[in-house]
């Protein structure tokens, strides 16, 4: 699966060698080191080396003293990881090569229960055993206050790269660092050449000296480098796999109130597979050598558990029989005519609205204060596809090309590429309420096809980008078409389409409320043209283009379409000159005569329909300007359209200067202080430059210092 991973991005980026001889005599490759707890060797560690490329893993475990000791077969970056129960995984990676053939690793484990949790959002850092950060192209750091965009995918619409490496025109989802360690790892088996490296001259070692630079071409005539890339590639590669766990070893959950809960049953299922090679089937159909395409496919199917309490009425209260009730601080439920304010017993008159909702609140199943519980699952379903067709043009075979260089001259490179991807989302989740009647489900569906031509001419590169992303997010009740609750309470003014039924919102001052599902359709498109330039010379590496986007939404989404229902005791407590007395009247007994305090609805039949354009042109100049300085420098402007409605379906206010007086306002329409308004009834703001600039300065050997400003 990673040598199928590695395949697609390093076709879909660009490659070249020269001519090597693999080594006859490859070195003996060795891992070694020691697992400590503190300061205590750990006996008994589970330790593995996981070839980042191959996915090969070798297995130990730790002698009395700690000490371990794998002897992989090959070369390459591996990933050692640590594991004990109890104990918190721990992992680093290191490098072997020709030149060397031993690498020591030595870990610290923790304790689980002591490891420490990561921030809400924090980022994972990886360390690689002696590597120094160096102004090199192999660090990539962003500078501080600037976003790291050459490796996003949006590459191509931001002003300025500030990783340190050569602006990229181009990016297939694959970090650039990625690919280069898969040309180092190659590199130390013999299978690629070494000379020229990847470093040479230019950033800390940077990218390539002088001359032609290093451009790998995959395929191609002649070579031996050549001919094993081309193979790798001619012959299709994938991987499959499935994974499932489940509540088969659960313990009972704990119970509550002393009540036993049953153990939720669920299941969950993980399973994918992932293809790539030379778009060819035998006997039938056969695009030849220039033509590779990429599938990958992954499914997730399974539920998780679910459990919810609630504080229910019982069933003397949901019978309008009060006697037994007390308030939280133990004092006995008064209740008093809403009417008169006379006092009324403890008992009421079921309305005949109350009776349609009733059935929507649960009898209580176990005793205390939460006296209701449900358990259940969540499921999710969840499918991601990705398919990719490439072609190249050009003579002898496949050539898809990336410049690996720094400095120097590329002339003489000509190549392009055409390439058309196809991607997809579709996942569906359900949602539940504490009250088993009451749930449903949002279903998200993504599609996106793109398609991107790059050609390189010498020292010139051109990547045109076209892309059309369509994106819907619907969310149900299980109501929704189903049953009009709110007509059949004879409650007036709420929406009646059908997508909108469902049961109020009840909300209640000691019990807990009654909330269904909102439902909502949310539907965008967006239309992407993109264009990026590069160009190299000498020490500059730049980078100009711009992207035009037009974005559609359409919505359907009511807040409070079906009402919402406050009762707090208000209505049946005793009255005083200020007001309701406290400790009198009941929620519930509110609710049992329909005499909410407060009443809200807000709903509309309609649909609304948005559009807006935006567009954003960029240049960005990165300047190796000695072996340990660079500066990253560039300019951005960006346009973004207001949204407008297409039926003119929204409204405005135009204020008089003080705001002495408002008037409302459409589309389009003179207002009365402030002139004519446009169909966005909101202008927009074409002020908007980005000057950025960075820079990068190695005084010394381990020292890196890193500067940068830029206005956002």
């Not at 109350?354 to 209580?364: C, D, N, R, T």
């Not at 449900?374 to 398919?387: I, K, M, Q, V, Y």
């Not at 807006?612 to 042109?617: I, M, P, T």
Request: with cysteine; proline share 7%; hydrophobic share 35%.
């Amino acid at each position: 699966m990673r040598v199928a991973g590695w395949v697609s991005a390093l076709a879909l980026c660009s490659v070249s060698i020269a001519q090597t001889t693999p080594p006859t005599a490859p070195p003996s490759f060795e891992i070694h080191g020691q697992i400590k707890s503190g300061n205590v060797p750990i006996p008994g560690v589970v330790v593995s080396a996981k070839n980042t490329l191959t996915g090969k893993a070798y297995t130990t475990s730790t002698d009395l003293q700690g000490r371990y000791t794998l002897t992989p077969k090959s070369g390459g970056r591996y990933v050692v990881r640590a594991e004990m129960p109890a104990f918190q995984p721990m992992t680093e990676e290191v490098l072997l090569n020709a030149a060397k053939p031993s690498g020591e690793v030595n870990l610290q484990i923790i304790l689980a229960s002591r490891a420490p949790t990561p921030a809400p959002g924090g980022t994972n850092v990886t360390r690689t055993p002696g590597a120094t950060d160096e102004l090199s192209s192999t660090t990539d750091a962003p500078l501080t206050g600037m976003p790291a965009m050459a490796s996003s995918t949006e590459a191509t619409s931001e002003s300025l790269d500030v990783s340190g490496s050569n602006g990229q025109v181009q990016d297939f989802g694959r970090n650039i660092d990625d690919i280069r360690d898969r040309i180092e790892e190659m590199r130390a088996r013999g299978e690629l050449p070494n000379n020229g490296g990847i470093g040479g001259g230019g950033f800390g070692g940077g990218f390539g000296g002088g001359g032609e630079g290093n451009v790998i071409m995959i395929g191609g005539r002649g070579g031996a480098g050549r001919r094993n890339l081309g193979n790798l590639l001619a012959h299709p590669h994938g991987a499959i796999f499935f994974s499932t766990s489940g509540s088969l070893f659960n313990a009972e959950p704990y119970a509550l109130n002393q009540t036993p809960n049953a153990n939720t049953d669920y299941s969950n299922y993980r399973f994918g597979a992932t293809i790539g090679g030379l778009l060819k089937v035998p006997h039938l159909f056969d695009a030849g050598k220039s033509t590779f395409f990429f599938l990958n496919l992954f499914a997730t199917r399974g539920n998780t558990p679910f459990q919810a309490f609630a504080h229910v009425p019982t069933l003397l209260e949901r019978n309008g029989d009060f006697s037994q009730s007390t308030l939280p601080g133990g004092t006995p439920v008064q209740l008093f005519d809403p009417v008169t304010h006379a006092a009324m017993g403890t008992s009421v008159a079921l309305s005949p609205q109350v009776q349609a909702l009733l059935k929507f609140i649960p009898l209580p199943n176990s005793a205390g204060q939460q006296n209701f519980s449900t358990t259940g699952t969540l499921g999710t379903h969840a499918t991601t596809g990705a398919f990719r067709i490439m072609h190249s043009f050009g003579g002898g075979g496949p050539m898809i090309m990336m410049p690996l260089g720094g400095g120097g001259g590329r002339r003489g490179r000509r190549g392009s590429n055409l390439a058309f991807g196809l991607n997809f989302f579709d996942s569906t989740s359900d949602q539940r309420s504490v009250f088993p009647q009451l749930g449903g489900a949002t279903h998200t569906f993504g599609l996106n096809g793109n398609a991107i031509y790059t050609v390189t001419r010498g020292a010139w590169t051109n990547s045109t980008r076209v892309s059309l992303n369509l994106q819907r997010i619907d969310r149900n009740n299980l109501l929704a078409g189903v049953e009009n609750v709110a007509l059949e309470a004879g409650i007036a003014g709420t929406s009646q389409a059908p997508g909108d039924w469902g049961v109020p919102d009840l909300s209640f001052s000691h019990f807990t409320s009654v909330t269904d599902i909102t439902p909502s359709a949310v539907h965008d498109r967006t239309l992407q043209f993109a264009d990026t330039v590069g160009w190299t010379r000498g020490k500059h590496n730049v980078r100009f283009g711009g992207d035009y986007r037009h974005q559609w939404t359409a919505m359907h989404s009511n807040t409070n379409p079906r009402g919402t229902f406050i009762f707090t005791g208000a209505r049946t407590a005793a009255v005083s000159a200020s007001g309701p007395v406290p400790n009198t009247g009941y929620d519930f007994a509110d609710f049992l005569l329909g005499l909410p305090q407060e009443t809200t609805v807000q709903n509309s039949p309609n649909a609304f329909s948005f559009q807006a354009n935006s567009y954003d042109f960029f240049v960005t100049d990165d300047w190796r300007v000695f072996k340990n300085l660079s500066v990253n420098a560039g300019l951005r402007y960006e346009y973004y359209g207001p949204f407008t409605e297409d039926s003119g379906q929204i409204v405005n206010l135009d204020a008089a200067p003080g705001f002495t007086a408002v008037a409302p306002v459409f589309p389009g329409a003179l207002g009365p202080f402030t002139g004519t308004f446009p169909d966005s009834l909101v202008r927009p703001d074409r002020n908007n430059f980005a000057p950025r600039i960075g820079l990068a300065w190695r005084p010394l050997e381990k020292t890196v210092v890193r500067a940068g400003y830029s206005i956002n």
